[in-house]
């Protein structure tokens, strides 16, 4: 059997592979980008279908328009408005998850070819869908403040992408959180050069303590013509329920009406049910109570994952504690002769009972194989101590 050449360009994610082997009884897993399925809200998500069901069965049981469910749309809209990013009900796309939002910009936008710069490290699922579809990638290095604007401006001048990748709040392995400055200052850049910015922001609204800076989004209005180049994806997956499968995209028109066309040839439109189901849940008032309850959780574990990772590894390990998301992003540091290579180290904590994910597989190109990816979304306080013990006999003794 004969396949397309363009699977050649992409490999099986590391992250599901490593999947098969959490079978083992007992093991610990770190390794997932998980929400706990403990903090979704199932009787206001059952109260939400039930009123679907009851108020408009027809709407919430037939086909839909293919850029989504109209009372959907108006309550993204409004949900959107609270965080300062004004976007009119017709100004976005109902997608099914954020994730076929980057397929449908990587349908729309990428030829064979094509320059595409991400964070370096960046969402895996990301870097598959774009290779899947003929791009060359450029990986932008990241600090503790998010991709380095000095670095990416650089970048864009040097390669003329397509389009530049971000994901500026709590990134997906890194954590990081960009600044203000940085985020007024990519607008600037990507308005001046016409580059066109893809903003993915699943995590922004899983804040620990003070809420991050606004979206790009929500600030574009302070830079002219930077809206004309910008796209914003989100996804109620994280704090509501991936299981629904809700995500939106909202974009200049030209570029909405193409991502349109073909989500027509994909899967015709999302879940109806679904989105009937996530639009009776915003109006219903609920998410902010959630929201509170999901930041509070994860905070505590992200806490608790933090000081296990200095006590049991020391100076064996380095980090940045994250002010939101669901990541902890951590370097091998070799100190005083422990192991460097996160890969291996992998391996030895599956033996040890204990899984997470090793970071090259994150990165775009030159990969630092000296990095690991730690979740501590569905983990307890009690077995995030217990398996970070594990990780630290597994390493070495601390420093």
Request: aromatic share 8%; with cysteine; charged share 20%.
């Amino acid at each position: 059997m004969q396949f397309a050449d363009r699977l050649d360009k992409i490999e099986t994610s590391a992250i599901r592979e490593l999947f098969k082997l959490l079978g083992k009884p007992g093991i610990i897993s770190f390794a997932g980008g998980f929400p706990d399925a403990a903090m979704f809200d199932v009787e206001g998500i059952k109260a939400a279908a039930m009123a679907a069901l009851t108020e408009e069965p027809g709407g919430a049981l037939q086909y839909g328009a293919t850029e989504g469910y109209p009372a959907l749309r108006e309550q993204l809209s409004a949900y959107m408005a609270l965080k300062g990013a004004t976007v009119a009900p017709e100004g976005l796309i109902v997608t099914t998850g954020s994730q076929q939002a980057l397929d449908l910009l990587g349908k729309t936008l990428i030829t064979p070819g094509d320059k595409v710069i991400v964070e370096s490290p960046t969402f895996l699922a990301t870097i598959q869908c774009f290779r899947l579809y003929g791009a060359e990638l450029i990986g932008a290095p990241v600090d503790a403040q998010g991709v380095k604007a000095d670095e990416l401006e650089r970048l864009i001048a040097l390669h003329r992408p397509k389009f530049v990748y971000l994901i500026p709040t709590f990134g997906n392995p890194s954590g990081a959180l960009l600044s203000l400055e940085r985020r007024l200052r990519m607008l600037e850049v990507c308005a001046r050069t016409g580059t066109v910015l893809i903003e993915d922001d699943p995590y922004g609204d899983l804040y620990f303590n003070a809420p991050p800076p606004p979206s790009l989004l929500a600030l574009s209005d302070r830079v002219p013509g930077s809206r004309d180049w910008l796209v914003h994806c989100g996804s109620l997956s994280k704090v509501l329920s991936p299981g629904l499968r809700v995500g939106w995209m909202a974009a200049p028109a030209e570029l909405l009406s193409r991502a349109v066309m073909c989500k027509q040839f994909s899967d015709a439109h999302t879940s109806t049910f679904a989105q009937a189901t996530a639009a009776r849940y915003l109006q219903s008032g609920r998410m902010p109570a959630t929201l509170d309850n999901v930041r509070r959780v994860y905070a505590q574990r992200a806490a608790a994952m933090g000081a296990a990772l200095t006590r049991e590894m020391g100076d064996a390990i380095a980090f940045t504690p994250p002010g939101g998301g669901l990541f902890f992003w951590a370097r091998l540091t070799g100190a005083n002769g422990a192991l460097r290579d996160a890969a291996e180290f992998a391996r030895r904590a599956i033996d040890a009972g204990v899984a997470f994910v090793p970071g090259a597989p994150f990165y775009a190109d030159h990969p630092d194989l000296s990095t690991l990816r730690l979740s501590f979304a569905t983990a307890d306080v009690a077995r995030i101590a217990e398996g970070m013990a594990r990780l630290g006999k597994a390493l070495g003794s601390p420093a």
